[in-house]
């Protein structure tokens, strides 16, 4: 029965390895992270220019002069604002709080305004949904973080995958 000898550089590998994963977790969260706001926000201003045009050419065919323009534009600037304050860190609770209420009374007026409008039940209801879908990608891009507490457990299982490899390789192979 031959052995093989351990090598003696598998856990050096082993650590490298592990070091490198970590070295290059970091950077290709961040780059997913900034992918995703990246997303989020040509979502965030599609939805709001969709929205927008669609209240304010029904407020223009409800005899509103110009200033069917200028509303739903000072809405969706608040909707945004309040989101704004809502999910960034640092901020009061009573602000956030007093953020929420004002952003749910615009969201709840934009969207029953692109629900009033002409058309099938279907078609208003999408209008509608825009608004909701604002809701949705604003607050989830202020929970878009990096979790390192993730990024530890994966790099640890990989490290014990790696031993274990490296604890087969050392281990004694038996003669054919």
Known sequence: MTTKTPNPNAST??????????????????????????????????????????????LWTQNAGYFAYLVPLIFDAAMVSMLTVVRTSGIARDAKRGALVVFAAAAMLSATINFASPGSLGLRLVFA??????????????RIRPDFSAIEAEAAALLAAANTIANRSAAPVPAP
């Open 13 to 58: 590998f082993t650590e490298q390895f592990a070091t490198e994963y970590a070295r290059n977790a970091v950077p290709n969260m961040l780059k997913a992270i900034n992918s995703i706001k990246r997303y989020n926000r040509f979502v965030l201003l599609g939805a709001l220019l969709t929205s927008y045009l669609h209240q304010a050419h029904y």
């Open 129 to 142: 949904l825009v608004v909701v879908l604002v809701i949705g990608v604003e607050l989830v891009a202020g």
